[in-house]
Nanobody, 116 residues
Framework: VQFEETGGGLVQPGESLRLACVTSGFTSKYFDMSWYRQPSGKEREWVAGINGAGSDAKYADSVKGRFTISRDNVESTAYLQMSNLRPEDTAKYYC??????????WGRGTQVTVSS
């Protein structure tokens, strides 16, 4: 099982980014998917989750209304659209199967830095 996260970068406050997570080694459409993030020196936290069909999504309070999780089961890819980014969103972002609780080992993640 592998997760390949891409799309991170350095942006200014208020800007947007779209992260992508390509999965392999399992049939992702049968699993919930979640995004997590880990700021430097802090614990990893759950950010957003989506069910297998892509019909139900939930978010951490800190990102609700700014982030949108989605998925393309044909492409075995999950996305995280991040808008109105804030400096406190700076972290390495990871995806994993499961809802709020990761099922497998982590990928390398993608770094998001929000700074003026």
């Amino acid at each position: 099982v592998q997760f390949e996260e891409t799309g991170g970068g350095l942006v200014q406050p208020g800007e947007s980014l779209r992260l992508a997570c390509v999965t392999s080694g399992f049939t992702s459409k049968y699993f919930d998917m979640s995004w997590y993030r880990q700021p430097s020196g802090k614990e990893r936290e759950w950010v957003a989750g989506i069910n297998g069909a892509g019909s139900d999504a939930k978010y951490a309070d800190s990102v609700k209304g700014r982030f949108t999780i989605s998925r393309d089961n044909v492409e075995s890819t999950a996305y995280l659209q991040m808008s109105n980014l804030r400096p406190e969103d700076t972290a390495k972002y990871y995806c994993n199967a499961g809802f709020e609780r990761p099922i497998w080992d982590w990928g390398r993640g993608t770094q998001v830095t929000v700074s003026s």
